[in-house]
């Protein structure tokens, strides 16, 4: 066999197998500035920034990322001062299927949500069928996220 066929035969069985499905709704700047608009952000640890508008505090934005289900989605959570998800965001999803749980409608079921709510897939957070380990990951992601801002944040 020749020197390239040799080479490029593995090269393109690997090339063939990855992923080309990914999907990026939006940047961490753009659901920076839809979480809290007209704030500015400072980082103040990797992945977590301080909203400040007029002078005061007005919220925390934390990126995280979990496993689908073999891949991350990277998302975001907006919390106001006093701990409330204000908004969730999926910034990218990695998966062939299971995307919905990046529609607003089902998004929107966080908001409002802190540290003591149940936060639990069938019960006060719907299931989407064809997404479920998508729906119970991000869940589980903005549940862990409201923890720690309870005992870092409070």
């Known amino acids: 066999m020749e020197g390239w066929k040799r080479w490029s035969a593995p090269v393109a069985a690997i090339a063939l197998t990855m992923p080309a499905y990914a999907y990026q709704y939006a940047t961490v700047g753009t659901a920076q500035s839809q979480a809290f608009p007209g704030a500015q ?25 979990v496993i689908g289900k073999h891949l991350y989605i990277d998302y975001s959570v907006a919390l106001t001062a006093d701990g409330r998800v204000q908004r969730v965001e999926i910034l990218t999803y990695r998966e062939s299927y ?6 607003a409608s089902w ?18 957070i719907r299931n989407i069928s064809g997404a479920t380990l998508s729906s119970h990951h991000v869940t589980e992601g903005v549940k862990r996220v409201l923890a720690y801002h309870a005992s870092h944040f409070r």
């Not at 299971?98 to 529609?103: I, K, L, R």
Request: hydrophobic share 40%; no cysteine.
């Open 98 to 103: 299971g995307y919905e749980v990046a529609n």
């Open 107 to 124: 998004l929107s079921q966080f908001v409002g949500k802190n540290s003591s709510s149940a936060l639990s897939v069938g019960q006060d």
């Open 41 to 65: 952000f400072e980082q103040i640890q990797p992945r977590v920034w301080k909203a400040v508008a007029g002078g005061r505090v007005v919220g925390y934005f934390f990126l995280d990322h």
